[in-house]
């Protein structure tokens, strides 16, 4: 049995083990970092990447079908569209590709050890890794857990035939004609509104009274509305009881306690993630778990002296920048920096049609705080760029206390607002009032002028509006 020694130990390479392995790297810190798949995780292989590039992939398709409908206000037409959806899935692998690649330059830049095979803990110190050449024994300083989180299954609905995953789904070389979604969270009206626009008939069956039930209402009622354009039905308060013994019906209970059958050709199952926590040897440890998740205090670290756990693995919320920015923190208090998780907000963002982004708190959550709020909404339909982009649908929110007009929260809803997150997270982040977003020149004609209107409507004065 080969063995050796390192200061650092990384089990996982998803963005949070990842990120954590080459920050140690730059710092100087002798790191080996082992993974059981391909590197970069859930987010890169399966997860945000190939989804943001199917969801790409679709919007495109969906334009030119419009094109080819006539309905072109641009004055635009075309002959009859298609898809071949082999190629795009390859086109999107490619991308994966480029990305593995990517992360092994890095771990190469930063003088990173990579081992590829499955990592089982012997005591708190020791790790032995099964890989293709044999069993690998490695002693380390620090272990940092990023081993991430895996789909849920449901009971009457076991994943296989038909009944499908996110990763399955996002490998498919022929569009389903008809594509039942259990599940009308993230993954759910993500990749069942990418089915859409392909040309799938798509039904989402929600457990609760209403889909995207991470939101608030007034944010996610243009998801609803092109929902609805796009020909989706959705069931809510239902819940999914098996399929039909041919495999080809969906039984679902809905929300009276009547029986529905939804022929499906595939049935797509995402009712969210759990963290993965079985056989990586957790039982020869000695960790204080939060629910079903690892408990971490404010700087990463378990219950047990020199194991720190990032990602999926530690909590809500489940994202790849969470992931990152723990993984990163980590290595800097491994390499003896004073770092602690101190983040006023993780911006969230759901790449729906349109895509909707929530920065720190709704006016429900800041109400809930206690303290007496101001908002000020500004709608894309008086926003010049958004016209010209045919994307009036949407608005940008900022809620900010009452007394002092510091910036609480800020959401939007509208196409293309992802990109508007990072302006959202900056201004919690550096503790922006209402009257420095409304002082900051924001450039014209962008979208982002409507986060300046809506800072400027809730000090009582937009401008155009
Ligand atoms: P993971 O990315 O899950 O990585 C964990 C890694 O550890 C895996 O590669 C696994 O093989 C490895 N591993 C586990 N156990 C062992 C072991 N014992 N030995 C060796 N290796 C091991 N988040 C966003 O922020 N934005 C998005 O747009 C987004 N889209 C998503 C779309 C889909 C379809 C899915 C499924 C998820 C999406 N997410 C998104 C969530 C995001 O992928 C996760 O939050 C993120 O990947 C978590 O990173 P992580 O490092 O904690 O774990
Ligand atoms: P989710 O938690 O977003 O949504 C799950 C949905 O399924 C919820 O609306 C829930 O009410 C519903 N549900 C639960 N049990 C059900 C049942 N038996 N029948 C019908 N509906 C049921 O989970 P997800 O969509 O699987 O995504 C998992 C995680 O991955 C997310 O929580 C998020 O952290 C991450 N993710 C993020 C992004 C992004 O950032 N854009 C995209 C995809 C995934």
Redesign the pocket.
Known sequence: MKEISCKLLV???????YVCAIRAGQLGIDTVV????RLG???LN???IP??AVIHAAEEFDKVVHMAGGESPLGISLAKPAIDLGKTVAWKDRIVGRLNNGVAGLFKKAGVKSIQ????FRDGKTVEVETETGTQLIHAETIVI????ASVDLPPLPFGGNVIT?TQA?ALDRVPEKLAVVGGG??GLELGMAFARFGSAVTVVEALDRVLPLYDAELTRPVLKRLDALGVSVMTGAKAKGMSKKGDTLVVENGNGGEVRLPADKVLVTVG?KP?TE??GIEELALDMDGRFIRIDETCRTSMRGIYA????TGEP????R?MAQGEMVAEIVAGHRRTWDKRCIPA?C?TDPEVVSAGLSPEEARATGVEIKTGQFPFQANGRAMTMLGEDGFVRVVARADNHLVLGIQAVGQGVSELSAAFGLAIEMGARLEDIAGTIHAHPTQGEAFLEAAMKALGHALHI
């Not at 990032?310 to 693995?313: K, Y």
């Open positions: 089990i996982g390479a998803g963005p949070g083990g082992v993974e059981a798949g995780g859930t987010c399966v997860g945000c989804s943001k095979g499955w990592a089982k990023a081993t991430g989180s996110s996002l993230y993954i993630r993965l056989g990586w990032v990602g999926d693995v489940m994202l790849a920048h992931a963002i790449f």
